[in-house]
C-alpha cells in the first residue's frame, strides 16, 4: 500500500495547522486536560476495558488529545490492547490514511493485528455513527406505507406529508405554533416561496445531506435566484438560522464532512432535547391492573401515535405466561384527552403471587409504565414495521391511542426508545442482558451490538481489567456477571462477540470454573449445539478456551521478551509440551506435589496449590522457574479439559 | 446511566424469558385459534404483538422445530379440508369433459365455466398469500432464527409449496385421477384457443392464474427452470400451438394466395407476441415466436415462394408489399434468407436470359426494314445494314439490362429494406447471365453501347444525366467477367472517335475514363489514358511544326498545313484499325504520294527526328484525311446555270491521292483502275473503297466511272466530273464501311484469338510474379493465386493455365519438383 513520504505529510499538517488557526476547519484532535481525559488516557495505556467504557459512557472526547499530543487511540495501539482499541474505534475513535494523526496510529501499532484493524476502520469506509438515524429519518420523508404522517404543507399545489413531533422538534417555530394548536393537520406557505426551496428546508429538517447544487439543477438563472430567495426567508420563517449556511456547497471533503457530522449532531441534541421533554416527560405509571382503562386521544400535545408499555417486573412467572394481556375496547368514560390512569384503586389486581417477594412488594398493586411514542421511529424496528403494515389489531385506525405490550422492564423500554429517537445506547450492565434479548426480540441489530459491548467491556470486574495483573488466574468472589447466562445469552441472541467474551472470561479464570458441575453442562450444551448445526466433532466453547488459554500464558512468555530465558526453560517446555505425564514425573522429583494432582483429579483449586507450593518452594529463586510452573499450570488445566470431554464422552 | 465503580452486578435475564418452559400445547391453542381467524378473514381483531410473543418464545425455548411443524401441520389441513373442496366445486362436468372431446359441449358454455373456475383458483390463490404473509409476519421470529439455522425454507415458501401440493396436484374429483394442474392447463390453453378463434377472453384472468404458476416451483430447488409455468404450462402450451399452426399453416396454403398467407401469418406472429405480454409471461415469447415461425414459416416458406402467387407471380405483377412481407417473413426464420435469395436469383437469371435471347433474335434476324438512321452510310450494302441492325440490339440489350436492373433494385430498395444479403445475390444471377456462355458480346454491346453515347446519345444532355448514363455503363461493366476483352473492345472504339474526331465531348470521354479508373483500377486505363497523352502531344506537335514552317521563310500561298498524329504503336490498336488488310499492312509497299505532299512528309519527318532522335515513323495513310480545295469549270448544270464552283472536299488521305492525279489530267481524259493502282500504289481493297465513294456515292460523284455499276472491277475507267455539283460548299466524302458496327463472326473470333493472345501473356507474367516471390508452390497454390490475381481483368481457363505453365517449364522459368508428394513447382532464376 501507498505510504505518504514525511514531507509530504509535513507540508499537509502545515497547511492544516493553518486553517485550523484561520478558523476554516475544526480541529480534530483538540488538546484536553482534564482530570477524566487523563484517566482515560490511563486506562488506553494499561488496557482496562472496564474504566475505559465507563469514561465513554461519561462522554469524554474519544479523539482528544493529551499534553504529548498522544491521542487515546494511539497509546491503545501502542500498547497493544486489541480489545480496547476495537471499543474505541466503534465509539467512534478516528484514525484516517493521510492524516498525521491516523498515520503515527497506524506506525505505532504493536503488531499487523492491531494494524489491520485499525485499516479497517478507515473513515474512506467507517460511516458517521449517526448515519443510520439520519438516513431513517430522510426515507420518512418519501415513505408511503404505513402512513405515519400526520400533517401537510402544501406550497404551489406541491404537498408534503410530514410529521409533527420532527417538525417541532426541528423548528421552533413549529414548536411553537403546534404547541398551541396540536390538532392542525395542514399549513400553507405563504405565496412568496416557491416549492423548491420548502423543499430544500424540509430536506435539511428531515436530515438529509441537501445540496444546493443538485436543488437547482436545471433551473434559470431567475428561477434560481426566486429558490435562492425562498430559501432564506423559509430558513428564518422557521427559525432554522444555520439552514442557509449549511447546505452551502464547499468542495473539501474533510471540511464538508466535519460539517455534516456537525449538523447530524445538532440534529440529534434537537431530537434528544425534544425526546426527553416530550416523550419522557410524559410517560405514566400505572397499576397494571388499570392499564386497559387508560385512553389517550389522538389529537395530543406531543403528537404521538402510539402507546408502549412495560410491566414492572416481578418474581412471577405465570405473569409473563400471562396471554390474557390484548385489552379490549375499553368501555371506560374517561376524558377523550389525554387521561392519566383512571381512580386509584387500593386493591391489587395482579394474579395470585405465590412466590416470595419483599413484604412491601407484596402489598403493593403491580405497575406498568406507558411510554407515549411515535410509529415513524418505532419503524426501524423491524419487528415495529412489520406490526403496523400487517392487518392486525395494531394497524388498524382507532379513536384512541392503541397500547402495544413491550415484554420488557420499563427501565429495557426506555433504553430502547432512546436508541431508536436519538441513537444513543448508553446502558448499565445490569440491565444490559436485557436489553440484549428485548433488542433481539425486535429485530434491532444495531443496539444488540451495543449491548454485547458494553456486557463484554464491563463485564469482566475489576479483577481482570488488566489481564497480566492477574497471571495465576485469580478469581474475584464477587463476579459481576453470571458468565453462564452470559454464554446462554449469547447462543440465544446468536451474537459471536459474547460468546467470545465468555470463552475468554472462562480461560482466564478456568481455575475457578473447571471443577464446576454447571460447566460441565454447559460444555454438554455447546457440544448439542453444534450438533444440531452441522454434524462436526469440535465442541465450540472447548476450542475457543483452549484458544484463549493458549493466549493467556503465552501472553506471560512474550510479556518478558528475554529470549535467553526462554532458551533457559527452552528444555522444560520441551518436555512438558511433548507429554504431560513425562514433565509431571519431572516435577514429581522436585517437590511432589504433581504426584498429589495425578491422584487427585476433583480436586478444589489445585491450581492455586500448585502456585502456594511452587512459591513456598521456590520463592527467592531464579524466575525462570515461574514460567516453568505457568507452563505447568497450562498443562494441567489442558489436561483438564480432556478429562472433563472424556467423561461427558464428548470426542474432541 | 453510568456504571459507577461500585461494580454493578449484572442482572439475570428476566425469569419470562429464561428457565421455565412455556407450555407449548396451550401456547400453540392460542395460536392456532388466530390463525383460523386469519383465514377467515378477521384478521383485525388479532393482536399482532401477543401473537408474536407467542411465536417468540416458543423459539427461543428451542422449541422451534416443533412450531414450524405444526404450522406446516395445520396449512396442510386448511388447504386439503377447506379450499381444496371450494375448488372442486368449481368444476363442472363440460370442463371435465372438454378435455376428452371437445365436440360435447358449446365453446360459450365452456368459457362461462371456465372463467368460474379461474376465478375460484385465483381467488383462493390470492387468500392463501394473504394469509401466509400475516402468518409469516406473527412468525417472524422463527424464520429468521430457527429456519436460518436450520436450513428449512420460510414458512411463506413452505405455504406455498403446500399450495401446489394440496392443491394444484390434487385431483379433480375422486373418481378422476387427473389433476387440477392438468385441469387448470387445459383451461387456460382452451380460453386462448377460443381467443384465437376470435372470441373476446379475460385476459388479466388467465394472467393471475399464470402468474400463480410462475410462483410455484416444481421441486424444492426453486429454479428459473422449474416453475411451474415452465414444466406445465408452458410446455402444453407449446405443444397445442405448434399442432394448431400446423394445421392452419396447410389450410392457408391450400385456400389462399400467398399475399394473404403473409398477411395472415404477420397478424399471427403480432397476436402471440401480445398474448404473451397481456396474458401470459414475457418469457415465453421468444419460444412461442419459434413455434410459430416454425410452422408457419419455415417449414412451409419453400411452397410459399413456389406458389403460384408466390415470388414469381409478385415480380412480374410489381407487388412490393408482399414480396416485403416475404422477405419479412423469411428474414424472421432464417439469417441468410435462403428461399427468398433462391427465388429472387431464379427470376433475375431467367430474365436476363430473356434479354440475351431476344438481343440474339435480333442481332440475327433478316433485315426487316431499311434502319432508320439518317447517319447511316451504307446505304445498299446489306451487310451494311446486317450490321446496323446488331448495333441497335447492342443498345437495346443494355438498355434492357438496364432497366431490369432498375426494376430489382427498386424491389430491393423498397421490398427488402436495402438488404445487402440480397444485393449480393442479386449481382451475382446478374453477372451469371451476363456472363453466361450461351451469350459471348456482353462485352462488346457494353462497349458499343458507350460508343453510342459518345458519338449522339450524349447530344444536348445536361451534365447530371451524361453522368447518369456513364454511371449505368460502369455499373453494367462491374458485372462484366472478362474485362480485358472490354478493354479491347473500348480501346477500338475509343480510337476510332479519337482518330476520326467523332467523340462529341473530349470532357466526358476523360470522364468516362476516370469512372473506369475508379472502377476497375488504374491497370486498366493506362493504355486509355496513353492514347488521350498522345492525342495532346500530336496536337502540340502539329503546333511546333507550323511554327517551324513559317519560320523557314516566306510565305508560300501553295503550301499545305499538316495536322498530324502520332500514335505509339503499342498503345493503339492500329491492326484493328487496318480493318482486315492488317495482316499484310508490313509487306505492303508504301503509298505513292504526290510530290508535294511527299515533300511536307519528309519536312515532318526531319523535324521530328530532331526532337526525338531514333524514334521511326511510319506513316498510315489509311487512316488520315485531307481537305482539298476543288474548282469546277464552268459547265452547263441539269439546272441551267453556268458557272464556276468552288467546294471544300473532304476526303480520306488515298481519296486525296487519287483526287490529286486527276489535277494533271486533262478534261476529258480518263483514268484505267489498274493506271491508278500503279501510280500511287494503294492497296486495292482500299482504293476499291475510295473509289467507290469518289465515283459511286450519288452525293459525292466527284469522278465519273465507266462503265457505271456498284462495283468495281480493274479495268474500269475513272475521268473527273465536271459537272459536278453540290448542294453545300463543304462536302465530305466518306469512306464505305467505316462507323461502328458490331463485329461480323469471323471478326469476333478474330477477336477472340488476339484476346487469348494477350491473355496468355497476363498469365504468364501472373504465374512467373507469383513464383518469382514464393520460389517454390504446390500446384493447387498454384493455381488459386493465379486466378485471384487475374480476376479483376478476367476469369482464365484453367486449362489454359496449365498450359501456360507447361510452356514456362518449357522455357525454363519454371521446373518441377520431383519426389513431392503433391505437383510442386519451383522458380528457376
Not at chain 1, 472462562?506 to 454438554?524: C, G, K, N, T
Not at chain 2, 373442496?85 to 372431446?101: G, R
Not at chain 2, 433485315?367 to 438512321?373: E, G, L, R
Request: aromatic share 8%.
Amino acid at each position: 500500500m501507498d505510504v505518504k513520504k514525511k514531507y509530504e505529510i509535513e507540508a499537509a499538517l502545515a497547511t492544516e495547522a493553518q486553517a485550523i488557526s484561520a478558523g476554516q476547519l475544526k480541529e480534530e484532535n483538540p488538546l484536553d486536560t482534564s482530570e477524566d481525559f487523563r484517566v482515560f488516557c490511563e486506562a488506553c495505556r494499561r488496557g482496562d476495558l472496564k474504566v475505559c467504557q465507563e469514561m465513554i459512557s461519561a462522554g469524554v472526547n474519544l479523539n482528544a488529545r493529551d499534553q504529548f499530543d498522544y491521542t487515546p487511540l494511539i497509546l491503545a495501539s501502542l500498547c497493544g490492547h486489541y480489545e480496547v482499541i476495537r471499543l474505541l474505534l466503534e465509539n467512534g475513535a478516528l484514525c484516517e490514511r493521510d492524516t498525521f494523526q491516523g498515520e503515527r496510529c497506524l506506525y505505532n501499532a504493536l503488531n499487523d493485528r492491531i494494524r489491520n484493524l485499525l485499516l479497517s476502520y478507515d473513515y474512506a469506509k467507517a460511516s458517521n455513527p449517526l448515519q443510520p438515524l439520519a438516513a431513517h429519518l430522510t426515507a420518512l420523508l418519501a415513505r408511503p406505507t404505513p402512513k405515519t404522517t400526520d400533517i401537510t404543507i402544501t406550497a404551489y399545489g406541491q404537498e408534503f406529508h410530514l410529521h409533527k413531533f420532527i417538525l417541532a422538534a426541528r423548528s421552533p417555530y413549529f414548536a411553537e405554533k403546534l404547541a398551541t394548536a396540536p390538532s392542525t393537520t395542514s399549513w400553507k406557505l405563504p405565496n412568496s416561496i416557491p416549492a423548491e426551496s420548502l423543499g430544500v428546508a424540509l430536506q435539511y429538517l428531515y436530515f438529509q445531506e441537501v445540496s444546493i447544487r443538485r436543488a437547482l439543477f436545471g433551473l434559470s438563472d431567475e428561477q434560481e435566484l426566486a429558490v435562492l430567495k425562498g430559501i432564506d426567508k423559509i430558513g428564518k420563517q422557521l427559525e432554522i438560522e444555520r439552514l442557509f449556511e449549511d447546505i452551502t456547497e464547499v468542495s473539501d471533503r474533510r471540511l464538508l464532512r466535519q460539517r455534516r457530522a456537525e449538523e447530524l449532531e445538532r440534529g440529534r441534541d434537537q431530537l434528544e432535547s425534544w425526546y426527553k421533554d416530550n416523550v419522557l416527560r410524559h410517560k405514566r405509571v400505572v397499576d397494571t391492573a388499570k392499564v386497559d382503562t387508560i385512553q389517550w386521544d389522538r389529537e395530543n400535545s406531543i403528537f404521538a401515535d402510539i402507546l408502549l408499555r412495560a410491566d414492572d417486573d416481578e418474581e412471577d412467572d405465570k405473569e409473563s405466561d400471562d396471554t390474557d394481556r390484548s385489552p379490549g375496547p375499553s368501555e371506560s368514560s374517561t376524558p377523550p384527552v389525554r387521561n392519566t390512569p383512571g381512580p386509584l384503586s387500593g386493591i391489587p389486581v395482579g394474579p395470585g403471587r405465590e412466590q416470595s417477594g419483599s413484604p412491601l412488594r407484596q402489598r403493593a398493586s403491580r405497575k406498568s409504565t406507558i411510554f407515549p411514542a411515535h410509529r415513524a421511529m418505532l419503524l426501524r424496528s423491524e419487528y415495529f414495521l412489520t406490526m403496523f403494515s400487517s392487518q392486525f389489531k395494531e394497524a388498524q385506525d382507532t379513536p384512541h391511542l392503541q397500547i402495544i405490550t413491550i415484554d420488557c422492564s420499563p427501565a429495557v423500554l426506555e433504553t430502547i426508545l432512546t436508541f431508536m429517537y436519538t441513537e444513543r445506547a448508553d446502558f448499565g450492565l445490569e440491565i444490559a442482558i436485557d436489553v440484549l434479548f428485548a433488542a433481539d426480540q425486535l429485530f434491532i441489530e444495531k443496539l444488540k451490538q451495543r449491548a454485547a459491548i458494553i456486557i463484554s467491556a464491563l463485564g469482566n470486574g475489576a479483577t481482570s481489567a488488566v489481564e497480566s495483573d492477574n497471571p495465576r488466574g485469580a478469581t474475584d468472589a464477587d463476579e459481576p456477571v453470571d458468565i453462564y447466562e452470559v454464554i446462554r445469552a449469547g447462543w440465544d441472541t446468536r451474537v459471536q462477540r459474547l460468546e467470545e467474551f465468555a470463552a475468554r472470561y472462562i480461560a482466564y479464570r478456568l481455575e475457578h470454573y473447571i471443577d464446576q458441575p454447571e460447566f460441565a453442562e454447559l460444555v454438554q450444551e455447546s457440544a448439542n449445539r453444534v450438533k444440531a448445526r452441522q454434524e462436526t466433532d469440535t465442541v465450540e466453547l472447548v476450542d475457543d478456551i483452549r484458544y484463549y488459554l493458549s493466549e493467556r500464558f503465552r501472553l506471560r512468555f512474550e510479556d518478558s521478551g528475554l529470549d535467553e530465558m526462554m532458551d533457559e526453560n527452552a528444555a522444560v517446555q520441551a518436555t512438558t509440551e511433548g507429554d504431560l505425564v513425562d514433565a509431571m514425573g519431572e516435577f514429581a522429583l522436585d517437590d511432589g506435589i504433581p504426584e498429589h494432582l495425578q491422584q487427585e483429579e476433583n480436586f478444589v483449586s489445585v491450581e492455586q496449590q500448585i502456585a502456594a507450593g511452587v512459591i513456598r518452594n521456590l520463592d527467592g529463586e531464579i524466575v525462570g522457574d515461574e514460567f516453568a510452573q505457568d507452563a505447568m499450570n497450562y498443562q494441567i488445566l489442558l489436561g483438564k479439559i480432556d478429562t472433563l470431554l472424556e467423561k461427558l464422552n464428548l470426542d474432541a | 446511566m453510568i456504571a459507577g465503580r461500585g461494580r454493578p452486578r449484572i442482572r439475570p435475564p428476566r425469569r419470562g424469558l429464561h428457565g421455565d418452559e412455556v407450555d407449548f400445547d396451550k401456547t400453540w391453542a392460542i395460536i392456532e385459534a388466530a390463525f383460523r381467524e386469519i383465514h377467515t378473514q378477521n384478521a383485525s381483531k388479532l393482536s399482532y404483538e401477543e401473537l408474536y410473543r407467542h411465536a417468540y418464545r416458543i423459539v427461543l425455548k428451542k422449541k422451534g422445530e416443533k412450531l414450524y411443524n405444526k404450522v406446516h401441520e395445520f396449512e396442510r389441513n386448511w388447504l386439503s379440508s377447506e379450499v381444496r373442496d371450494t375448488i372442486q366445486h368449481l368444476i363442472s362436468p363440460n370442463l371435465v369433459a372438454n378435455a376428452q372431446s371437445v365436440s360435447a359441449t358449446t365453446p360459450n358454455e365452456r368459457r362461462v365455466a371456465g372463467e368460474r373456475f379461474l376465478k375460484g383458483l385465483r381467488k383462493a390463490w390470492g387468500d392463501h398469500q394473504v394469509c401466509t404473509s400475516m402468518l409469516a409476519d406473527v412468525l417472524m421470529y422463527m424464520d429468521r432464527v430457527y429456519c436460518a439455522d436450520h436450513r428449512r425454507p420460510s414458512i411463506f415458501n413452505a405455504a406455498m409449496v403446500l399450495f401446489r401440493d394440496q392443491i394444484l396436484n390434487s385431483t379433480t374429483s375422486e373418481t378422476d385421477a387427473r389433476t387440477l394442474l392438468s385441469l387448470l392447463n387445459n383451461i387456460i390453453l382452451d380460453q386462448i384457443q377460443m381467443e384465437r378463434d376470435g372470441d373476446v377472453i379475460d385476459k388479466q384472468l388467465i394472467k393471475s392464474c399464470v402468474w400463480m404458476l410462475e410462483a410455484l416451483h416444481e421441486d424444492e430447488v426453486e429454479s428459473e427452470e422449474q416453475r411451474l409455468y415452465n414444466t406445465s404450462f408452458e410446455k402444453e402450451y407449446l405443444h397445442t400451438s405448434r399442432a394448431f399452426y400446423r394445421g392452419e399453416s396447410e389450410l392457408l396454403l391450400r385456400d389462399s394466395h400467398a399475399g394473404a398467407y403473409c398477411k395472415h401469418a404477420r397478424q399471427r406472429i403480432y397476436e402471440e407476441d401480445e398474448r404473451c405480454k397481456q396474458t401470459l409471461l414475457e418469457s415465453t415469447g421468444p419460444k412461442i415466436q419459434k413455434v410459430v415461425e416454425d410452422e408457419l414459416i419455415k417449414n412451409r416458406i419453400h411452397e410459399l415462394v413456389e406458389m403460384e402467387s408466390g415470388v414469381r407471380f409478385m415480380i412480374d405483377n410489381h407487388r412490393l408489399e408482399e414480396l416485403h412481407l416475404v422477405y419479412d417473413l423469411n428474414r424472421r426464420v432464417d439469417d441468410r434468407k435462403t428461399e427468398t435469395t433462391r427465388a429472387i436469383q431464379l427470376r433475375v437469371v431467367d430474365m436476363g436470359s430473356d434479354i440475351n435471347k431476344d438481343a440474339i433474335a435480333a442481332s440475327q434476324a433478316p433485315a426487316v426494314a431499311p434502319a432508320a438512321d439518317p447517319a447511316d452510310k451504307g446505304k445498299g450494302v446489306a451487310q451494311d445494314k446486317n450490321l446496323n441492325q446488331q448495333t441497335l440490339a447492342a443498345i437495346k440489350w443494355v438498355e434492357d439490362v438496364l432497366a431490369l436492373k432498375d426494376r430489382f433494385d427498386k424491389i430491393w430498395r423498397e421490398s427488402f429494406e436495402s438488404d445487402p444479403l440480397l444485393q449480393q445475390a442479386q449481382t451475382r444471377s446478374f453477372t451469371e447471365f451476363i456472363n453466361s456462355p450461351s451469350f459471348p458480346r456482353s462485352s462488346e454491346y457494353i462497349s458499343l453501347f458507350i460508343d453510342e453515347n459518345m458519338k449522339k446519345g450524349i447530344k444536348g444532355k445536361t451534365e447530371s444525366e451524361i453522368d447518369a448514363v456513364l454511371e449505368k455503363a460502369i455499373i453494367l461493366l462491374r458485372y462484366v467477367q472478362d474485362k480485358d476483352l472490354f478493354e479491347r473492345y473500348y480501346k477500338k472504339h475509343l480510337c476510332r472517335r479519337l482518330l476520326m474526331n467523332k467523340s462529341i465531348s473530349n470532357e466526358v470521354e476523360k470522364q468516362m475514363i476516370s469512372k473506369m479508373k475508379i472502377e476497375l483500377g488504374n491497370n486498366f486505363t493506362l493504355k486509355l489514358e496513353a492514347m488521350f497523352k498522345d492525342m495532346t502531344i500530336s496536337e502540340e506537335l502539329t503546333a511546333g511544326f507550323k511554327r517551324h514552317v513559317e519560320g523557314l521563310g516566306e510565305r508560300d500561298p501553295k503550301r499545305i498545313d499538316l495536322s498530324i498524329n502520332v500514335l505509339t504503336s503499342m498503345t493503339w490498336p492500329l491492326e484493328t484499325m487496318g480493318g482486315a488488310a492488317a495482316d499484310e499492312e508490313d509487306q505492303r509497299p508504301r503509298c505513292n504520294y504526290p510530290p508535294v505532299v511527299d515533300k511536307l512528309k519528309r519536312g515532318f519527318e526531319k523535324f521530328y527526328s530532331e526532337k526525338h532522335s531514333g524514334r521511326q515513323l511510319t506513316w498510315l495513310a489509311n487512316m488520315g484525311s485531307a481537305d482539298i480545295k476543288a474548282v469546277f469549270p464552268k459547265v452547263v448544270q441539269k439546272d441551267g446555270s453556268f458557272k464556276e464552283r468552288r467546294h471544300d472536299l473532304n476526303v480520306s488521305t488515298y481519296g486525296m491521292v487519287i483526287l490529286l492525279l486527276f489535277n494533271e489530267l486533262g478534261a476529258d481524259q480518263h483514268m484505267t483502275f489498274e493506271e491508278i493502282q500503279a501510280q500511287t500504289n494503294i492497296p486495292s481493297i482500299d482504293l476499291i473503297r475510295n473509289l467507290q465513294s469518289l465515283a459511286v456515292a450519288p452525293k459525292t460523284r466527284i469522278l465519273i466511272k465507266e462503265p457505271m455499276s456498284k462495283d468495281v472491277k480493274p479495268t474500269d475507267r475513272f475521268s473527273f466530273n465536271e459537272g459536278f455539283n453540290g448542294k453545300f460548299v463543304k462536302i465530305k466524302v466518306g469512306v464505305v464501311s467505316g462507323g461502328n458496327k458490331v463485329e461480323s463472326d469471323r471478326e469476333r473470333r478474330e477477336t477472340e484469338k488476339k484476346n487469348d493472345d494477350s491473355r496468355q501473356f497476363c498469365i504468364e507474367a501472373a504465374v512467373v510474379r507469383i513464383m518469382k516471390q514464393r520460389k517454390e508452390l504446390s500446384h493447387q497454390q498454384l493455381m488459386s493465386e493465379t486466378l485471384s490475381q487475374l480476376v479483376g481483368q478476367f476469369k482464365p481457363e484453367v486449362n489454359m493455365v496449365k498450359k501456360r505453365i507447361e510452356s514456362l517449364i518449357e522455357r525454363e522459368y519454371l521446373e518441377r519438383i520431383d519426389n513431392a508428394t503433391t505437383d510442386m513447382y519451383r522458380y528457376l532464376a
